[in-house]
């Protein structure tokens, strides 16, 4: 459950922050947030052309930052917490990320949310370091690297054959 103080931020902000209020699962909301996105991207993928599929994951990518980062800021500064566990728009961002160019297979939807999950948790430099620019920018950028990451490890894997 959110904090009263949270609930001072504007009802857009919450919404964006906790994707429609996944950020409130539990245990794990990053991960539940990581999940839903990629059930949601797969089901929107599937209705478009192939050729326009990776064109729409970075666009809904670019979305989630920078609408991400503005709600993140509301909602932190709102709950008086740094970086609060029921905002997950930065996984949602990180996650589209991750997915750019991914096939449509639940091998490649699997690992791409596997390695997402892994760099998001595990946070190699630069990740860690973009956690202490402020506000929602620190929130939502860190998790972009670690998309950036997770989407050059699950290309790799496609490039040489270990996924399809």
């Known amino acids: 459950m959110t904090s009263p103080e949270a609930n001072a931020a504007p009802p857009w902000a919450r919404m964006i922050a906790t994707v429609f209020g996944t950020g409130y699962l539990r245990p794990g909301p ?19 052309p192939e050729t326009r599929v990776p064109y729409v994951a970075a666009g809904l ?3 989630a930052v920078l609408v991400g980062i503005p709600a993140a800021t509301r909602v ?13 728009i930065d996984e949602t961002a990180g996650q589209l990320i991750t997915l750019i160019g991914a096939p449509l297979t639940w091998p490649a939807l ?11 948790i595990i946070k190699p430099p630069p990740v860690r370091w973009l956690e202490r620019v402020p506000e929602g920018a620190g929130i939502v950028l860190d998790d972009v690297a670690a998309g950036l990451y997770a989407l050059l490890a699950l290309q790799a894997l496609l490039r040489f054959g270990v996924l399809h």
């Open 30 to 48: 990053g991960t539940w947030a990581s999940v839903a996105t990629v059930l949601a991207w797969w089901a929107i993928a599937r209705t478009l």
């Open 61 to 63: 990518a670019a979305l």
């Open 76 to 88: 932190a500064r709102a709950s008086r917490v740094k970086d609060p566990q029921f905002v997950v």
């Open 110 to 120: 699997l690992a791409g949310l596997l390695l997402f999950r892994a760099f998001d």
